[in-house]
Protein backbone atom coordinates (compact mmCIF):
# COMPACT_ATOMS: atom_id res chain seq x y z
CA UNK A 1 0.00 0.00 0.00
CA UNK A 2 1.32 3.45 -0.82
CA UNK A 3 2.31 6.02 2.19
CA UNK A 4 -0.20 8.72 1.99
CA UNK A 5 2.74 10.89 4.12
CA UNK A 6 6.55 10.08 2.85
CA UNK A 7 9.57 12.21 4.57
CA UNK A 8 12.76 12.19 2.40
CA UNK A 9 15.30 12.93 4.67
CA UNK A 10 19.17 14.36 3.99
CA UNK A 11 18.39 15.65 0.39
CA UNK A 12 19.86 18.53 -0.79
CA UNK A 13 16.95 20.20 -2.17
CA UNK A 14 16.73 22.75 -5.44
CA UNK A 15 15.08 25.62 -3.89
CA UNK A 16 15.54 29.56 -3.68
CA UNK A 17 18.54 29.61 -6.30
CA UNK A 18 20.16 26.87 -4.36
CA UNK A 19 20.68 22.95 -3.12
CA UNK A 20 20.31 22.95 0.62
CA UNK A 21 20.07 19.68 3.09
CA UNK A 22 16.79 19.66 4.18
CA UNK A 23 14.12 17.54 4.26
CA UNK A 24 10.80 17.35 2.26
CA UNK A 25 7.07 16.25 3.26
CA UNK A 26 4.78 14.92 0.63
CA UNK A 27 1.43 13.28 0.64
CA UNK A 28 0.17 10.73 -2.44
CA UNK A 29 -3.75 11.86 -0.69
CA UNK A 30 -3.42 15.15 -2.21
CA UNK A 31 -0.39 14.78 -4.41
CA UNK A 32 1.32 17.59 -3.02
CA UNK A 33 4.37 18.88 -1.09
CA UNK A 34 3.14 20.00 2.31
CA UNK A 35 4.20 21.64 5.81
CA UNK A 36 5.35 18.92 8.60
CA UNK A 37 4.58 21.62 11.15
CA UNK A 38 1.24 22.05 9.72
CA UNK A 39 0.94 18.32 9.20
CA UNK A 40 2.12 17.30 13.02
CA UNK A 41 0.64 20.34 14.49
CA UNK A 42 -2.59 20.88 12.88
CA UNK A 43 -3.65 17.22 12.54
CA UNK A 44 -1.04 14.99 14.58
CA UNK A 45 0.11 13.70 11.78
CA UNK A 46 3.49 11.53 10.97
CA UNK A 47 5.07 10.07 7.99
CA UNK A 48 4.38 6.63 7.04
CA UNK A 49 7.61 6.08 5.61
CA UNK A 50 10.57 8.04 6.34
CA UNK A 51 13.75 7.60 2.97
CA UNK A 52 16.89 8.43 3.59
CA UNK A 53 18.22 10.15 0.39
CA UNK A 54 22.07 10.01 1.61
CA UNK A 55 22.81 13.62 0.15
CA UNK A 56 21.42 12.76 -3.15
CA UNK A 57 19.68 16.25 -4.99
CA UNK A 58 16.01 16.56 -5.14
CA UNK A 59 14.63 18.60 -7.84
CA UNK A 60 11.41 19.74 -9.57
CA UNK A 61 10.40 17.26 -12.02
CA UNK A 62 11.70 18.00 -15.48
CA UNK A 63 8.69 20.12 -17.87
CA UNK A 64 9.29 19.35 -21.54
CA UNK A 65 7.75 22.12 -23.70
CA UNK A 66 8.97 21.03 -26.84
CA UNK A 67 8.58 17.17 -27.97
CA UNK A 68 7.74 15.95 -31.29
CA UNK A 69 6.69 12.34 -30.24
CA UNK A 70 8.42 9.11 -28.75
CA UNK A 71 8.66 5.89 -28.93
CA UNK A 72 7.58 5.58 -32.72
CA UNK A 73 4.68 8.11 -32.03
CA UNK A 74 4.24 11.11 -34.16
CA UNK A 75 2.01 13.61 -32.26
CA UNK A 76 0.89 15.07 -35.49
CA UNK A 77 -0.01 12.64 -37.34
CA UNK A 78 -3.13 10.13 -37.71
CA UNK A 79 -2.87 7.11 -36.36
CA UNK A 80 -6.00 4.68 -35.38
CA UNK A 81 -5.00 3.74 -32.05
CA UNK A 82 -3.55 7.34 -31.08
CA UNK A 83 -5.17 7.43 -27.64
CA UNK A 84 -3.61 3.96 -26.48
CA UNK A 85 -0.17 4.98 -27.80
CA UNK A 86 -0.29 8.61 -26.39
CA UNK A 87 -0.93 6.79 -23.12
CA UNK A 88 1.88 4.83 -23.06
CA UNK A 89 3.78 7.16 -24.80
CA UNK A 90 3.17 9.22 -21.32
CA UNK A 91 3.74 6.27 -18.80
CA UNK A 92 7.19 5.47 -20.45
CA UNK A 93 8.39 9.09 -20.76
CA UNK A 94 8.31 9.69 -16.72
CA UNK A 95 10.97 7.09 -16.98
CA UNK A 96 13.28 9.89 -18.03
CA UNK A 97 12.04 12.29 -15.44
CA UNK A 98 9.70 14.05 -17.16
CA UNK A 99 6.93 14.66 -15.10
CA UNK A 100 4.89 17.52 -17.41
CA UNK A 101 5.08 18.12 -20.82
CA UNK A 102 3.47 20.11 -23.76
CA UNK A 103 3.24 17.63 -26.95
CA UNK A 104 4.24 19.29 -30.07
CA UNK A 105 2.37 18.72 -32.92
CA UNK A 106 4.04 20.04 -36.09
CA UNK A 107 2.95 21.74 -39.35
CA UNK A 108 0.36 19.61 -40.57
CA UNK A 109 -2.94 19.90 -42.90
CA UNK A 110 -6.21 20.65 -40.34
CA UNK A 111 -7.45 17.46 -40.55
CA UNK A 112 -4.87 16.16 -38.49
CA UNK A 113 -5.00 19.16 -35.91
CA UNK A 114 -9.06 18.47 -35.70
CA UNK A 115 -8.09 15.04 -35.10
CA UNK A 116 -5.35 15.12 -32.35
CA UNK A 117 -5.61 17.91 -30.59
CA UNK A 118 -8.70 16.31 -28.37
CA UNK A 119 -6.56 13.77 -27.01
CA UNK A 120 -3.30 16.26 -26.65
CA UNK A 121 -5.35 18.87 -23.80
CA UNK A 122 -4.31 19.05 -20.18
CA UNK A 123 -4.93 16.08 -18.36
CA UNK A 124 -7.63 16.04 -16.24
CA UNK A 125 -6.70 13.48 -13.56
CA UNK A 126 -4.02 13.45 -11.05
CA UNK A 127 -3.47 9.50 -11.23
CA UNK A 128 0.87 8.92 -10.62
CA UNK A 129 0.40 5.56 -12.24
CA UNK A 130 -0.64 7.74 -15.96
CA UNK A 131 2.57 8.75 -16.61
CA UNK A 132 3.89 12.01 -17.49
CA UNK A 133 1.30 14.98 -16.92
CA UNK A 134 -0.34 16.71 -20.46
CA UNK A 135 -0.49 20.67 -19.54
CA UNK A 136 -1.72 21.26 -23.21
CA UNK A 137 -0.61 21.05 -26.71
CA UNK A 138 1.93 23.39 -28.31
CA UNK A 139 1.29 23.95 -32.04
CA UNK A 140 4.14 24.14 -34.21
CA UNK A 141 2.62 25.43 -36.84
CA UNK A 142 1.22 25.71 -39.85
CA UNK A 143 2.10 29.74 -39.68
CA UNK A 144 5.28 29.71 -40.68
CA UNK A 145 7.39 31.43 -42.99
CA UNK A 146 8.16 29.11 -46.03
CA UNK A 147 11.88 30.86 -46.13
CA UNK A 148 12.66 29.47 -42.47
CA UNK A 149 10.44 26.05 -42.23
CA UNK A 150 13.13 24.02 -41.42
CA UNK A 151 11.79 20.07 -41.88
CA UNK A 152 8.02 21.34 -41.76
CA UNK A 153 6.36 20.34 -45.65
CA UNK A 154 6.34 23.73 -47.35
CA UNK A 155 2.79 22.82 -48.83
CA UNK A 156 1.01 22.51 -45.60
CA UNK A 157 2.01 25.77 -44.41
CA UNK A 158 -0.54 29.09 -44.20
CA UNK A 159 -1.25 32.47 -43.53
CA UNK A 160 -3.66 33.85 -41.01
CA UNK A 161 -5.28 36.91 -42.07
CA UNK A 162 -8.33 36.76 -39.50
CA UNK A 163 -9.30 34.65 -36.63
CA UNK A 164 -11.75 32.81 -38.44
CA UNK A 165 -8.55 31.29 -40.40
CA UNK A 166 -7.03 29.89 -37.35
CA UNK A 167 -10.28 28.36 -36.01
CA UNK A 168 -10.63 26.92 -39.53
CA UNK A 169 -7.45 25.87 -38.50
CA UNK A 170 -6.92 23.88 -35.14
CA UNK A 171 -11.21 23.95 -35.13
CA UNK A 172 -13.04 26.18 -33.23
CA UNK A 173 -13.54 24.09 -29.76
CA UNK A 174 -10.16 22.25 -30.19
CA UNK A 175 -8.44 26.23 -29.08
CA UNK A 176 -9.21 25.06 -25.33
CA UNK A 177 -6.52 22.32 -25.78
CA UNK A 178 -3.66 24.29 -26.90
CA UNK A 179 -1.27 25.69 -24.81
CA UNK A 180 1.04 27.46 -26.76
CA UNK A 181 1.46 28.46 -30.15
CA UNK A 182 5.03 29.15 -32.41
CA UNK A 183 3.95 31.14 -35.76
CA UNK A 184 6.09 33.49 -37.84
CA UNK A 185 4.47 37.57 -36.90
CA UNK A 186 5.77 38.76 -39.87
CA UNK A 187 3.48 36.74 -41.83
CA UNK A 188 0.31 37.78 -43.29
CA UNK A 189 -1.69 39.38 -40.50
CA UNK A 190 -0.58 36.80 -37.44
CA UNK A 191 0.89 40.14 -35.32
CA UNK A 192 -2.48 41.62 -34.93
CA UNK A 193 -3.51 38.32 -34.04
CA UNK A 194 -1.32 37.84 -31.34
CA UNK A 195 -3.87 39.67 -28.91
CA UNK A 196 -6.54 37.40 -29.49
CA UNK A 197 -3.88 34.41 -28.39
CA UNK A 198 -3.16 35.89 -24.91
CA UNK A 199 -6.84 36.74 -24.11
CA UNK A 200 -7.52 32.96 -24.70
CA UNK A 201 -4.29 32.17 -22.36
CA UNK A 202 -2.54 30.77 -25.40
CA UNK A 203 0.97 31.46 -25.16
CA UNK A 204 2.42 32.94 -28.42
CA UNK A 205 5.95 31.82 -29.07
CA UNK A 206 7.94 33.52 -31.98
CA UNK A 207 9.48 30.59 -34.51
CA UNK A 208 10.07 29.67 -37.93
CA UNK A 209 10.51 33.12 -38.81
CA UNK A 210 12.00 35.47 -40.70
CA UNK A 211 11.26 38.31 -39.00
CA UNK A 212 13.67 41.51 -38.26
CA UNK A 213 14.51 43.01 -35.16
CA UNK A 214 11.62 45.22 -35.58
CA UNK A 215 9.13 42.79 -36.44
CA UNK A 216 9.73 40.93 -32.99
CA UNK A 217 9.95 43.01 -30.65
CA UNK A 218 6.55 44.52 -32.63
CA UNK A 219 5.07 40.99 -31.40
CA UNK A 220 6.62 41.15 -28.13
CA UNK A 221 4.35 44.26 -27.82
CA UNK A 222 1.44 42.35 -29.26
CA UNK A 223 1.75 39.84 -26.17
CA UNK A 224 4.28 37.27 -27.68
CA UNK A 225 6.65 35.71 -24.63
CA UNK A 226 8.21 33.16 -26.01
CA UNK A 227 10.90 32.42 -28.56
CA UNK A 228 10.82 28.98 -30.38
CA UNK A 229 14.19 27.07 -30.74
CA UNK A 230 16.27 30.30 -30.55
CA UNK A 231 19.14 30.38 -33.35
CA UNK A 232 17.15 27.41 -35.49
CA UNK A 233 15.02 27.85 -38.16
CA UNK A 234 15.46 31.93 -38.05
CA UNK A 235 16.92 34.52 -39.57
CA UNK A 236 20.67 34.76 -38.44
CA UNK A 237 22.57 37.41 -36.57
CA UNK A 238 23.77 40.00 -38.11
CA UNK A 239 25.51 43.26 -36.61
CA UNK A 240 22.97 45.46 -38.01
CA UNK A 241 20.04 43.74 -38.01
CA UNK A 242 20.15 41.63 -34.92
CA UNK A 243 17.05 39.45 -36.09
CA UNK A 244 14.98 37.57 -32.98
CA UNK A 245 18.13 37.29 -31.46
CA UNK A 246 18.03 40.55 -31.04
CA UNK A 247 15.31 40.40 -28.51
CA UNK A 248 18.08 38.81 -25.74
CA UNK A 249 19.78 42.07 -26.13
CA UNK A 250 17.32 44.04 -24.01
CA UNK A 251 17.99 42.47 -21.05
CA UNK A 252 18.23 44.97 -18.70
CA UNK A 253 20.22 43.73 -15.76
CA UNK A 254 23.63 42.81 -16.46
CA UNK A 255 24.51 38.82 -15.67
CA UNK A 256 27.62 37.81 -13.62
CA UNK A 257 30.21 35.19 -15.36
CA UNK A 258 29.21 31.44 -15.20
CA UNK A 259 31.08 29.14 -12.90
CA UNK A 260 31.91 25.57 -12.82
CA UNK A 261 29.64 23.44 -11.04
CA UNK A 262 29.97 22.63 -7.61
CA UNK A 263 32.11 19.32 -6.27
CA UNK A 264 30.01 16.24 -6.01
CA UNK A 265 27.87 16.23 -2.93
CA UNK A 266 29.07 13.93 0.01
CA UNK A 267 26.94 10.95 1.24
CA UNK A 268 28.02 12.45 4.58
CA UNK A 269 25.71 15.72 4.87
CA UNK A 270 26.63 19.31 4.60
CA UNK A 271 24.98 22.22 5.50
CA UNK A 272 24.22 23.87 2.17
CA UNK A 273 25.35 23.74 -1.07
CA UNK A 274 24.60 27.21 -2.61
CA UNK A 275 23.67 27.99 -6.12
CA UNK A 276 27.37 27.43 -8.06
CA UNK A 277 26.91 30.72 -9.54
CA UNK A 278 25.83 34.55 -8.59
CA UNK A 279 22.48 34.93 -10.49
CA UNK A 280 22.02 38.28 -12.25
CA UNK A 281 19.30 38.55 -10.15
CA UNK A 282 16.85 37.18 -7.13
CA UNK A 283 14.57 34.69 -8.25
CA UNK A 284 10.90 35.61 -8.99
CA UNK A 285 8.18 35.82 -6.39
CA UNK A 286 5.36 32.83 -6.70
CA UNK A 287 3.16 33.93 -8.70
CA UNK A 288 -0.77 34.64 -6.98
CA UNK A 289 -2.75 35.26 -10.49
CA UNK A 290 -6.38 34.29 -10.24
CA UNK A 291 -7.42 30.97 -11.44
CA UNK A 292 -9.73 30.52 -14.70
CA UNK A 293 -12.84 28.06 -14.74
CA UNK A 294 -12.36 26.27 -17.96
CA UNK A 295 -15.12 25.14 -20.10
CA UNK A 296 -14.55 21.35 -19.29
CA UNK A 297 -14.49 22.26 -15.31
CA UNK A 298 -10.99 22.28 -14.90
CA UNK A 299 -8.98 25.91 -13.49
CA UNK A 300 -5.52 27.17 -14.70
CA UNK A 301 -3.87 30.02 -13.61
CA UNK A 302 -3.14 32.43 -16.60
CA UNK A 303 0.19 32.80 -18.19
CA UNK A 304 1.94 35.53 -16.28
CA UNK A 305 3.00 38.36 -18.53
CA UNK A 306 4.90 40.78 -16.39
CA UNK A 307 5.91 44.11 -17.58
CA UNK A 308 5.65 42.65 -21.22
CA UNK A 309 1.94 42.37 -20.94
CA UNK A 310 1.75 45.55 -19.06
CA UNK A 311 3.02 46.95 -22.01
CA UNK A 312 0.74 45.28 -24.60
CA UNK A 313 -2.10 46.62 -22.71
CA UNK A 314 -0.81 50.09 -23.02
CA UNK A 315 -2.10 52.27 -26.50
CA UNK A 316 -0.36 50.36 -29.32
CA UNK A 317 2.55 52.71 -31.41
CA UNK A 318 2.03 53.42 -34.58
CA UNK A 319 5.00 51.97 -35.62
CA UNK A 320 5.32 49.64 -38.95
CA UNK A 321 6.66 46.71 -39.91
CA UNK A 322 9.92 48.19 -41.83
CA UNK A 323 10.60 50.66 -39.58
CA UNK A 324 14.22 51.36 -38.60
CA UNK A 325 15.80 50.23 -35.58
CA UNK A 326 16.97 54.07 -34.97
CA UNK A 327 13.60 55.29 -34.74
CA UNK A 328 11.97 52.62 -32.67
CA UNK A 329 9.89 54.98 -30.00
CA UNK A 330 8.96 52.57 -27.24
CA UNK A 331 11.68 49.75 -27.09
CA UNK A 332 10.45 46.68 -25.34
CA UNK A 333 12.78 46.45 -22.23
CA UNK A 334 12.30 42.79 -21.13
CA UNK A 335 13.60 39.85 -23.50
CA UNK A 336 11.28 36.87 -24.01
CA UNK A 337 11.89 33.36 -22.72
CA UNK A 338 13.78 31.32 -25.28
CA UNK A 339 13.93 27.69 -26.04
CA UNK A 340 17.44 26.14 -26.82
CA UNK A 341 18.61 22.60 -27.74
CA UNK A 342 21.58 21.79 -25.92
CA UNK A 343 22.20 18.12 -28.08
CA UNK A 344 25.13 19.85 -29.27
CA UNK A 345 23.46 19.22 -33.12
CA UNK A 346 21.18 22.07 -33.50
CA UNK A 347 23.56 24.76 -31.45
CA UNK A 348 27.65 24.75 -30.75
CA UNK A 349 28.42 25.52 -27.21
CA UNK A 350 29.67 28.86 -27.72
CA UNK A 351 26.62 29.98 -29.22
CA UNK A 352 24.71 28.17 -25.62
CA UNK A 353 26.74 29.89 -23.54
CA UNK A 354 26.06 33.58 -25.28
CA UNK A 355 22.62 32.95 -25.14
CA UNK A 356 22.66 32.01 -21.13
CA UNK A 357 24.50 34.26 -20.91
CA UNK A 358 22.73 37.19 -22.51
CA UNK A 359 19.35 36.35 -20.09
CA UNK A 360 20.00 33.74 -17.60
CA UNK A 361 16.19 33.41 -16.31
CA UNK A 362 14.88 32.90 -19.64
CA UNK A 363 16.69 29.58 -20.74
CA UNK A 364 14.41 27.09 -21.43
CA UNK A 365 16.18 23.61 -22.27
CA UNK A 366 13.95 21.42 -24.66
CA UNK A 367 15.21 18.41 -26.51
CA UNK A 368 12.65 18.99 -29.93
CA UNK A 369 12.81 15.21 -29.57
CA UNK A 370 11.26 13.71 -32.68
CA UNK A 371 9.38 9.96 -32.57
CA UNK A 372 12.09 8.00 -33.52
CA UNK A 373 13.20 8.82 -29.82
CA UNK A 374 13.92 5.55 -28.03
CA UNK A 375 13.76 3.40 -31.17
CA UNK A 376 16.93 1.72 -32.57
CA UNK A 377 19.20 3.99 -35.11
CA UNK A 378 18.24 3.41 -39.14
CA UNK A 379 16.61 4.97 -41.44
CA UNK A 380 12.95 5.83 -40.94
CA UNK A 381 9.87 7.49 -43.49
CA UNK A 382 8.89 11.22 -42.24
CA UNK A 383 5.35 12.73 -43.05
CA UNK A 384 6.12 14.05 -45.84
CA UNK A 385 7.04 11.12 -47.87
CA UNK A 386 11.24 11.48 -46.96
CA UNK A 387 13.40 9.54 -45.02
CA UNK A 388 14.81 10.45 -41.65
CA UNK A 389 18.41 8.74 -40.88
CA UNK A 390 18.46 7.84 -36.93
CA UNK A 391 22.23 7.83 -35.64
CA UNK A 392 22.38 7.94 -32.10
CA UNK A 393 20.87 11.47 -30.86
CA UNK A 394 21.26 12.88 -34.57
CA UNK A 395 18.74 13.02 -37.09
CA UNK A 396 18.92 13.58 -40.47
CA UNK A 397 16.78 13.85 -43.87
CA UNK A 398 18.74 11.25 -46.19
CA UNK A 399 18.32 13.33 -49.04
CA UNK A 400 20.17 16.35 -48.20
CA UNK A 401 21.67 15.86 -44.75
CA UNK A 402 20.06 18.75 -43.14
CA UNK A 403 18.98 18.74 -39.29
CA UNK A 404 15.70 17.03 -38.50
CA UNK A 405 15.10 17.16 -34.87
CA UNK A 406 16.69 15.40 -32.11
CA UNK A 407 16.27 12.28 -30.31
CA UNK A 408 18.56 13.22 -27.45
CA UNK A 409 16.61 13.39 -23.73
CA UNK A 410 16.16 15.94 -21.60
CA UNK A 411 18.29 15.08 -18.51
CA UNK A 412 21.37 14.60 -21.38
CA UNK A 413 20.53 18.13 -22.55
CA UNK A 414 21.13 19.50 -19.27
CA UNK A 415 24.33 18.04 -18.39
CA UNK A 416 25.30 19.53 -21.87
CA UNK A 417 24.36 22.55 -21.10
CA UNK A 418 26.03 22.98 -17.30
CA UNK A 419 29.37 21.13 -19.15
CA UNK A 420 29.25 23.77 -22.17
CA UNK A 421 28.29 27.02 -20.49
CA UNK A 422 29.90 26.73 -16.91
CA UNK A 423 26.07 27.45 -15.77
CA UNK A 424 26.27 24.97 -11.82
CA UNK A 425 24.16 22.05 -11.21
CA UNK A 426 21.32 24.42 -10.08
CA UNK A 427 21.20 27.26 -12.98
CA UNK A 428 20.96 24.14 -15.21
CA UNK A 429 18.46 22.35 -12.98
CA UNK A 430 15.63 25.37 -13.09
CA UNK A 431 16.84 25.50 -16.98
CA UNK A 432 14.06 22.79 -16.73
CA UNK A 433 11.80 23.42 -13.87
CA UNK A 434 11.14 26.62 -12.85
CA UNK A 435 11.29 29.01 -15.62
CA UNK A 436 9.12 26.50 -17.96
CA UNK A 437 6.72 26.78 -15.07
CA UNK A 438 6.63 30.34 -15.10
CA UNK A 439 6.45 30.67 -19.51
CA UNK A 440 3.70 28.52 -19.19
CA UNK A 441 2.14 30.29 -15.90
CA UNK A 442 2.46 26.90 -13.72
CA UNK A 443 2.36 28.22 -10.37
CA UNK A 444 2.48 24.92 -8.69
CA UNK A 445 5.06 23.11 -10.81
CA UNK A 446 8.92 23.61 -10.98
CA UNK A 447 9.58 24.34 -7.55
CA UNK A 448 9.48 22.32 -3.76
CA UNK A 449 7.12 24.69 -2.36
CA UNK A 450 4.07 23.73 -0.02
CA UNK A 451 1.48 23.45 -1.79
CA UNK A 452 3.35 22.90 -5.14
CA UNK A 453 2.39 19.47 -7.08
CA UNK A 454 5.06 16.43 -5.92
CA UNK A 455 6.43 15.92 -9.13
CA UNK A 456 10.05 15.22 -8.28
CA UNK A 457 13.46 13.76 -9.34
CA UNK A 458 16.00 12.31 -7.33
CA UNK A 459 20.11 12.73 -9.15
CA UNK A 460 22.83 11.84 -8.34
CA UNK A 461 26.28 14.14 -8.72
CA UNK A 462 28.96 12.65 -9.93
CA UNK A 463 32.84 13.78 -9.63
CA UNK A 464 32.69 15.14 -13.05
CA UNK A 465 29.44 17.12 -12.01
CA UNK A 466 27.17 15.00 -14.20
CA UNK A 467 23.88 13.92 -13.23
CA UNK A 468 22.06 10.84 -13.20
CA UNK A 469 18.87 9.96 -13.09
CA UNK A 470 17.54 7.59 -9.35
CA UNK A 471 14.12 8.47 -8.65
CA UNK A 472 10.92 10.00 -10.18
CA UNK A 473 7.84 10.55 -8.25
CA UNK A 474 4.35 12.09 -9.32
CA UNK A 475 2.10 13.62 -7.09
CA UNK A 476 3.79 12.16 -3.69
CA UNK A 477 4.05 8.77 -5.31
CA UNK A 478 7.67 6.91 -6.49
CA UNK A 479 6.80 6.40 -10.11
CA UNK A 480 10.32 4.85 -10.93
CA UNK A 481 13.27 4.08 -9.55
CA UNK A 482 17.06 3.37 -11.00
Keep these: MTAKITKLTNGHLLKDGQLTLSDLWISSETGKIISPQSAFYGSGSTPDTVIDLKGKIVSPGFIEVQLNGYNGLDFAKLDGGFEQRFAAVRRDLIKNGVTSFTPTMTSSIPEVYQENLPHLGRSTSRIASEGTECLGAHVEGPF ?269 CVNNFIQWTGCGTVDGLRAVTETPARMLGETRKGRLEVGCDADLCVLDLDAEGKLTLRQVWKFGECVHAA
Design 144 to 412: LNPERNGIHTKEVLQKAETWSDIEACYGKDNLKHVRYITAAPEQGNMVNLIPQFVSRDIIYSIGHSDATFEQAQEALRAGATMVTHMFNAMRPFGHRDPGILGLLGQNPSRPSTPTQSPKPISPISSPTIKSPSKRPSSPPKPFTLPRRTLSNGSSRTPTPRSSIESQRRSPRSSLSMSTSISSIPDPVPHPPFFGLISDGIHLSPPTLKIAYSAHPSGAILVTDAMPLTGLPDGVYPWTNGENIIKKGSLLTLEKNGRIAGSAISLLD
